[in-house]
């Protein structure tokens, strides 16, 4: 079992002159994770995205966050995979 990690408030790290420490250690939202996994799966759209490109762009999230993350991107028409296991890479969706 994973237990949580607690952060100090933004207040606190601001008093002590660390705003950036605050930032850091609260990560990014599931919106802005979307955005930078979406970001790099356009950039890489000639030779696609593997799964294993895509946990270095997001190191903090584990293997099944970055999969839930992509299933919603895909949901929302924003991507698709091509290939099967290993294989398989991320593509941005062309709109014609």
Partial sequence: MTRGTYVLSRRFYDFVGKKGIYTRKKGLDRDQNRALL???????????????????????????????????????????????TRSSRWYPVIEK
Avoid at 43 to 59: A, C, D, H, K, R
Avoid at 62 to 79: A, N, V, Y
């Fill in 38 to 84: 979406l970001k790099h799966i356009r950039e890489s759209q000639n030779s696609g995205s593997p799964i294993g490109e895509l946990m270095q762009v997001l190191p903090a999230q584990s293997r099944r966050q970055i999969q839930l993350l992509l299933k919603s991107l895909e949901r929302d028409g924003e991507i698709h995979m091509i290939g099967t």
